[in-house]
């Protein structure tokens, strides 16, 4: 599940990853911790997928290919299974033409109802990708939009995701990143509402899952009602279960709050989940973060630069 409005895509592939910094060590099977086994499905992946010609040097990098291995454990069959699954799905679904031409109009429209965004980067480095069904009203959601142009913008995130949002947080942080922080939000979410873009939910969790995996890094659920079990028992089997483990279920304020702190600075968490960015505009439109320093409108400010740039300067008065 991902979405909202985001730079253009790059064209060409990604400049390699900045230099690991001293405190950081890659994960287990990435690149730069890779066991003897693990190097061997690497290059045997590789080398089957060339003699197969469907090997794209611009997009299957090793870090690609190893989301894929890691997905299926190394057992390079299944994996080659799942990557050229994918490459299928990529060509019926008109991806790359996605990528050039999609334009998502009625995003201001659609925040109403349904927010799903980017925001700045967590202490690890990576995005945070934040949903809230909070003021989830689905008629009006898909009056002014479709389940499809939904899921067509949701693969174009994922596309922006890969080729801008990491290699920038890669950039600002000092090491590789792969992975995001996710934060969904279900306060006030009712249970018919949800049963009503379920079938967007779990088509867009396919996508993720099938299509782009190892992309999550962890999953915080907040605000949970006492329903979500219902909830839960409906998504969970959408879900593997290395995703299920990354999942970390909260409920209100005084259980969530101290968990993602943990895990985001504050001056960078929206206010509304206990931190203190506010941005001009709505933390849900700016799409501000390490790819987009500025933010769509404008960057966070404090209080205190609110109020300097709001006293009058030579007869004129400053804005943000």
């Known amino acids: 599940m991902s979405a909202t409005a985001s730079p253009k895509v790059a064209s060409k592939t990604p400049a390699a990853p900045p230099a690991a910094s001293a405190e950081w060590t890659p994960p287990p099977g990435r690149l730069g911790n890779l066991t003897t086994v693990q190097e061997t499905a690497l290059a045997k992946f590789r080398e089957e997928l060339r003699a197969e010609g469907a090997f794209v040097k611009e997009r299957h990098d090793d870090a690609t290919l190893l989301r894929f291995l890691r997905a299926r454990k190394f057992d390079v069959p299944k994996s080659k299974e799942m990557f050229l699954a994918c490459e299928k799905w990529r060509k019926e679904f008109g991806v790359d033409e996605l990528v050039k031409s999609f334009k998502f109009t009625e995003l201001a429209e659609v925040d109403k109802y349904y927010p799903q965004f980017y925001h700045n980067m967590d202490k690890l ?90 992309c999550m890094g962890a999953f915080y659920i907040i605000n949970a009602p006492w329903a979500f079990t219902a909830v839960w028992a409906a998504i969970k089997p959408w879900l593997d279960e290395v995703t299920v483990k990354k999942v970390h279920i909260l409920g209100g304020p005084s259980a969530y709050k101290p968990e993602l702190l943990k895990q985001i600075d504050k001056e960078v968490l929206p206010k509304e989940f206990g931190g203190g960015c506010e941005c001009v505009g709505g933390c849900s439109m700016s799409d501000v973060g390490p790819w987009n320093p500025a933010g769509g409108k404008a960057s966070a400010i404090s209080e205190k630069e609110k109020t300097v740039l709001e006293q009058p300067a030579q007869g004129q008065v400053l804005s943000a």
């Open 125 to 214: 480095g990576r995005p945070i990708y934040i949903e809230r069904l909070n003021n989830l009203d689905v008629k009006a959601l898909y009056v002014c939009t479709t389940q499809e142009r939904l899921l067509q913008q949701l693969v174009v995130e994922y596309e922006s995701f890969l080729t801008t949002r990491l290699p920038a947080c890669a950039a600002a942080i000092g090491h590789p990143v792969e992975t995001s922080l996710t934060i969904l939000d279900l306060g006030g979410v009712s249970l018919s509402n949800f049963i009503r873009v379920r079938d967007y939910i779990a088509a867009a969790t396919t996508i993720g899952q099938n299509y782009y995996p190892e």
